[in-house]
Each structure stands twice: as C-alpha cells, then as structure tokens.
C-alpha cells in the first residue's frame, strides 16, 4: 500500500473488531502494526481515534495509511524455519480470512514430513502462516507431493473439526486438472475401479501404489476400498494428449493417478502410474510426451467449493496453474479462458 486510502466496510463484512476487519482487508499486517497505528491515531474510523478492538459496522471509513514493506514473518526460535522458506510458503497464500488460509501449493512440496524431509512440508512450515495469530494452522486434508493446487488449513482446532466433516460429509467439492495420454473416450463418465495398497512401503512411505480392483471383486479383496472419480475432457491434442478435468468422489490415496492409469490414460509425467519412460505416440498409454514437455507431474487441484464454517456463504477458490504446467498448456495451444470452470455443472 503506497498512499492514505479511505476503505468503506461493506454490508457482507457485518459489524465486527476492527482488528479483525483489517486482517481480512491487508494480507500480512500484524496485530502489532494494527495497535501501533491505533495508537498513533494513524488508523481512524469516520475520522474518530480508534482501538484495535473498537467495533466497525458497514458503510463506516476506515482511514488505512502506507504500511511499511512487511518481512515475512518471523516463525517462532525453535521452529527451524529459514527466512527463505517462510517467504516461499506466505507468497504460496491464495486466500485467507480469520479463520481458514488457502494455500496454492507449490508441486514437490510435501503436504506432511516422511523420513529425511526435515521440517520443509506444509505441515511443517505452517508456523510461519500465523499472521499474528496466536495458533499454528492445522492442515485438514492433503495433496500427493507433486501435486501443486488449493490446500486449506485451519486456524483454530474448531475450524479443522467443521472443515474435516465436511470432506468427510462430501460438501466440499475439489475440482483438478490434468494432462493425460491419448483422448479418453467417452469424453465424460465415471471411473469406479476400487483401490487396494500394494504391499510394501518406499521410504518415508512415499513408495506406496494403489492398485485398481474391478468394482464388483472390491468386498472379495482383502483391504480394498471403493473409489470413484468423475472425469470429463475440456481440450485435447489429436489423439496424443487431453486435458481433463477430474472430480474426486471418494478421497482415496493416489486415487485419480491410478484411476487415470487404469483406463488407459495416465497422466503425464507419472513415473509411478503411467511409467516415466514410456513414450507417448498417441491413443493413449506413455507418460511422456517429449520435446519440451516437462518431466513433471500435471496434475493441479485447480478449485475447491466449501460452506464457510462460520459464515455459512459457499466459497469458491481457484488457483493458477504452475509454470511448468502453463509452458505445457503454451505449447499445445490450450488457454485457461476456454473452458468452463465446473465443466459437471449441467450433469450436477
């Protein structure tokens, strides 16, 4: 914020502290910055001196003056967060509000730690997403770690309850997109193959695959779950490659990697499920498409829908594509403008 600016509360803020207000309003100011500039009646409210908790109601002016250029915020001593890192996972921020951030995490960070990975984890670097808050945020669901895209955390232990009922409940509605190989045919349908864990374990766990089980030999296979995911094209190139968008139904580990492999289009740049190696030359199978296509996972949790816990308004977050997907999507002649953002929207 470079200059004074004279902010109106709007009638969908409510009446509330201005506090709060503020930190819903400027990504980054602290409870600190808020009091001092209170105090220093740097802040004013219809012109009138104020407190950080003096009450705001619409149609007020807030009087908001330059913030200094903020540092990310410094993670508590023991928390072993480097400045570099607490940059990275505050510039990752899509969205938040006092009760729940969103993340646009970064493909081949990981949502929680495995062994050797330190404290460089979602999880683990959630400390330095406090924003003045007394609280740590807490992750209430999770993405594969080359999978980049919307990830909610929570800001009180309530929020991560109301939140993780709501996945459980299946309100929530998550939304990827990806790149597979070959064009799936029909262009819409249903994948309803079961998944059961392979045995053994990588290190960390992160080895672990899911194999597909045929829905009706789902109960007579020990350990296995029922899995469903909606899928639909949006763009493709030829017969070579497609975009799609896909629809968890179920949450399942590795679910849509596996169920995409299953039919015969895996999803590029899968060493684990579409066999990194294997060239793709078009009607499907090879995760690789060559040239100057990334070796890297495309797959991105590109929007979530959810009931706010608290304000009960339905919610609807998006998040950019990452770089080395947007250089694929330049490459093949795909825009983000060209297709519907719920492409289930009339089968819903």
């Not at 002016?61 to 250029?69: A, C, G, I």
Request: proline fraction near 6%; charged fraction near 25%; charge should be positive.
């Amino acid at each position: 914020m470079t200059g004074v600016q004279f902010v109106t509360v709007q009638d969908g803020d409510g009446e509330g502290r201005l506090d709060r207000w503020l930190k819903r309003q400027i990504a980054g100011i602290t409870q600190g910055q808020i009091e001092k500039l209170c105090r220093t009646g740097q802040i004013r409210v219809d012109g009138g001196r104020v407190k950080a908790s003096s009450r705001v109601t619409p149609g007020q002016k807030v009087r908001v003056p330059p913030l200094p250029k903020s540092e990310p915020a410094a993670p508590k001593p023991d928390a072993g967060i480097s400045a570099a890192d607490a940059a990275m996972i505050q510039g990752a921020v899509l969205w938040k509000d006092e009760h729940i951030i969103a993340l646009n995490k970064p493909a081949g960070l990981p949502s929680q730690g495995g062994s050797g990975q330190g404290k460089r984890h979602v999880d683990g670097l959630s400390a330095a997403l406090t924003f003045g808050y007394k609280d740590v945020p807490k992750l209430v669901h999770r993405l594969d770690k080359d999978t980049s895209g919307v990830l909610l955390l929570a800001r009180t232990s309530r929020i991560a309850r109301a939140l993780s009922e709501a996945f459980r409940a299946r309100t929530t509605r998550k939304i990827y997109w990806a790149a597979v190989a070959g064009l799936p045919n029909p262009k819409m349908g249903t994948i309803r193959f079961g998944l059961v864990k392979a045995a053994g374990h990588g290190r960390g766990g992160e080895g672990e695959k899911m194999i597909a089980v045929h829905p009706s030999k789902v109960t007579e296979t020990e350990g296995a779950k029922r899995a469903t995911t909606d899928f639909a094209v949006l763009e493709a190139l030829g017969t070579r490659t497609a975009w799609v968008a896909l629809v968890p139904i179920t949450g399942r580990t590795h679910q849509l990697r596996a169920h995409m492999a299953e039919i015969g289009h895996p999803i590029i740049g899968d060493g684990k499920y579409g066999g990194s190696g294997q060239e793709n030359l078009g009607d499907g199978w090879g995760a690789q498409l060559g040239g100057e296509i990334s070796r890297k996972l495309h797959l991105h949790a590109r929007s979530i829908s959810f009931d706010h816990p608290i304000t009960g308004k339905r919610i609807t977050l998006t998040a950019p594509l990452p770089d080395h997907m947007k250089r694929t999507w330049k490459t093949v002649g795909w825009s983000e403008a060209d297709v519907p953002a719920d492409p289930f929207e009339d089968e819903t």
